[in-house]
Structures are given as C-alpha cells and as structure tokens.
C-alpha cells in the first residue's frame, strides 16, 4: 500500500474542516492541515478530529501554505501527496480514485477533472476554467481537462524535482508548468464539485495579476 497523505490548506473553514478530516480519517492516510492564520476555532477541530496541524500566526497565502505541505510530505518520506480544499467542495470518495491511478505511475500527477459535469457549476467559473484550462494546455504541451482545481495527486518523485516561489493561488499553475517543463506527465480522474453558499476566497482582480504575472514570466524564461 503506498505511504500516502493528504495536505489541506485553510483559512478560518472552521464549518467544514471537521468532517473533512473526520471522513478522510477513514480512508487510513495522515492528513496534514495548513491553518494559514485562522481566526476561528479551525485548528482547534482539526486536531480534535486526528490531524497534524501546522499553523500560521498570520496569513502568507494558499501557495505558502502548499508549499510548507510539499516540505512536510518530502522530510517524512511518503511517497505522494494528494492536496484538497477545506471548504467543503471537495468529494471524500474520490479520493480512491487518485489513490488507484497513483499506484500505476511512479513519477506523475494526477489531475482532478470537474469539467465532465458542470451543471452544477457557476457560470462565472466555467467559463474561467475552459479559458484557463486551454491557456495552460497550451503552454504545457499537454491535454489538462481542469487546471484550476486543487484536488490533485502529486507523486514524491515529481514534488522534489520542483522549485517553487508562488505564495497564492497561482501556484496551482506553477505546479502544472514546472513539471511539464520537467518532462513529467500529468493524467486526470473525474471528480464531483460540490458547491454551496460559500464565499470564495479568491480575489478576481488581484489573483488575475498574480497569475498573469507569474504564467508571463514562466513562458519568457524558457519554452516547455
């Protein structure tokens, strides 16, 4: 059986986080949480719920919180890393599906699609996520149904081969882009969106610099 753990960055999900860990509890993988300067009662039920917990005093970014996660998994030996969201929109039972696709390939990621099955998805984020989606498609030389979606497999092999700098959201593009760049491949399982009332926490105008000012400077330094 591989020596996988999930890594959950999160800012104030005090709502969702203990059911998450609760139900990941029983898929018998350690959960690492990320509590990127809380200022709710986040941590305090992630680890009453059986998570390792490292926390932040202060906020530092999605991408900051990632990356102390990748350092974790890499100085504790696993052998892959799945990463999820905190807010509830990520479907526990899918995770087998990363799990069984991991065990076929040593060196890889493993995307999760949402794109299969949008009706319930906001309008407003499908068509981000095509128009993203084929963006990095194209910069990356491969077919990534959903490039957007932070449900993801990354195996050791891939992680320590990356060198990466995002502190935010873009790092979900930072991660695709290097790892193509590293001739790495990168395959997709379907996976379910579930979406409420919550607030996303991504700024529309702020994360959109952020992103174009990293993809611009990617593609400058070197083709893939």
Request: hydrophobic content about 35%; proline content about 2%; charged content about 25%.
């Amino acid at each position: 059986m591989m020596n996988i753990c999930i890594v959950i960055p999160v800012h104030n999900e005090a709502q969702f986080i203990g059911p998450l860990v609760e139900s990941l509890g029983k898929k018998e993988h350690d959960v690492i949480v990320i509590d990127d300067g809380s200022t709710d009662q986040t941590s305090d039920i992630a680890r009453d719920k059986g998570a390792i917990v490292i926390r932040h005093q202060q906020r530092s970014g999605k991408g900051f919180s990632l990356r102390e996660g990748f350092e974790y998994v890499l100085n504790h030996g696993y052998d892959g890393v799945v990463t999820m969201d905190g807010d509830g929109q990520h479907d526990v039972n899918d995770l087998d599906q990363f799990v069984k696709a991991a065990q076929k390939c040593e060196a890889c990621i493993i995307a999760g699609n949402r794109m299969n099955n949008t009706k319930v998805m906001p309008l407003i984020r499908y068509c981000t996520n095509r128009f993203m989606s084929w963006l990095i498609s194209m910069a990356c030389g491969q077919s990534i149904g959903d490039t957007q979606c932070g449900y993801r497999y990354i195996s050791r092999n891939v992680l320590a081969k990356l060198s990466l700098t995002c502190k935010d959201f873009e790092i979900e593009t930072e991660i695709l882009m290097q790892a193509c760049k590293k001739g790495f491949k990168v395959y997709s399982v379907p996976i379910k969106a579930i979406y409420s009332d919550e607030k996303s926490k991504i700024n529309p105008f702020m994360d959109t610099i952020r992103f174009f000012a990293y993809f611009l400077k990617e593609i400058r330094s070197s083709k893939i």
